[in-house]
């Protein structure tokens, strides 16, 4: 017998299930491509597909992506970190377009700036902000320091 979902549970899945429909995880067949494309080990990958678990924190930036999703909402869905962080972030995207690239900010600046102070917010934020520089210095140079012998 399964516990019933909490409401942190019930947001995510909100979320999360249209969108794996939409990107066609669920059609029959398709888990072993979501575990491709997300890094989800078989279990995890089935559990959520059904509706039944929120996987890692660590996993968020690739499922976002493969769902076409902002990392940040995954994280907020989750109760991660807290709504005012993703109002913040859609302020600033909609108000201050002509500051956006107008000159670099370190991630603990960032964090400081979108109002994230607590530790686990801070250590989830700089998660997702490694990775996706992570993931973009990958794209890069995607032959990697091998590729140059």
Do not use: C
């Amino acid at each position: 017998m399964t516990d019933a979902p909490t409401g942190r549970e019930k947001r995510f899945f909100a979320l999360v299930l249209p969108a794996l429909k939409r990107a066609g995880y669920t059609a029959y067949g398709m888990q072993q491509q979501l575990m491709a494309d997300t890094g989800l080990n078989k279990s995890t990958a089935s559990r959520l597909l059904r509706g039944e678990t929120i996987p890692h924190v660590k996993s968020f930036p690739a499922l976002a992506k493969a769902l076409g999703l902002d990392p940040l909402e995954l994280l907020v869905a989750a109760d991660i970190v807290p709504p005012e962080y993703l109002e913040s972030q859609q302020a600033l995207s909609e108000t201050d377009r002509s500051q956006v690239g107008s000159g670099s900010l370190t991630p603990e600046e960032a964090a400081d700036q979108l109002g994230i102070h607590d530790d686990v917010g801070r250590f989830t934020f700089f998660a997702v902000v490694e990775k996706l520089t992570t993931d973009d210095a990958d794209e890069a140079d995607p032959g990697g320091a091998t590729a140059q012998a």
